[in-house]
């Protein structure tokens, strides 16, 4: 801490010092010159963890596809959905019915998947910190047996899609089976099961009472509960 006063101390006398031997014109250079210094320094910093987060992408969407799962323990798995999990996003399984399905971690990530005796995927998780798995952690989970699921309408819905699933049945929100902690956010329609009639109305005052009422609902983050086979 005190290495941390002394560091910025010396700057300020260094900055103090050019204050009082440079013109306006020479500061003026000076400051702008600076400031290109540490806007590249941060563009270099933001480029690097980018690389890197590519990078770890990779490698984990590789062990996604040679299948490098490990069969755990109800506990290990749980503890693999919970870690840095945000509560409105988790869907809390006991011990009880996880002991009923394959419960399946990729090695050394909090990642995974189970598929119940029905065939049911459950439980899709990704704790890594990266994005953009969840078409192949879906993928994975049909080479292990998964046959079907349910989820709400929106972030899934394009990739079960061209994954190959069917829609079985739709539900309508409803707010006594609302998740823990749901924040009610806003879900695009553009992704969801009504975006090919959404495109099919040219305008929106065109829009049928029955549609607004659906658009309203996914907008106030209340998306239907689709369920899905292949």
Known sequence: MKDLKREYELRALQHQLYN???????????YQRFFELISWQ???AINESKHEIEKEKQIIIALIKNNTFEIVDESIFKNSMSINRKDELFHSFSELELSKS????????NIGFAIKSDGSIIAIHNNSGINGLNYFLLESALKYGGLKLDCFDGILT????????KICRSEEWNEDYAPLGWKYES??????????ILN???EAD???ADFNSIIKRYKNGM???IYYEL
């Open 20 to 30: 009082e031997f440079l013109d306006e014109e020479e500061m003026k250079r000076y």
């Open 42 to 44: 941060i563009d270099l």
């Open 102 to 109: 394959q419960l399946l971690k990729l090695k050394e990530y």
């Open 158 to 165: 394009p990739i079960l899609k061209t994954l190959g699933f």
């Open 187 to 196: 879900v695009d329609i553009n992704t969801s099961i009504y975006s090919e």
């Open 200 to 202: 099919s109305f040219k």
């Open 206 to 208: 065109k829009f049928t």
């Open 223 to 225: 998306p239907d509960v």
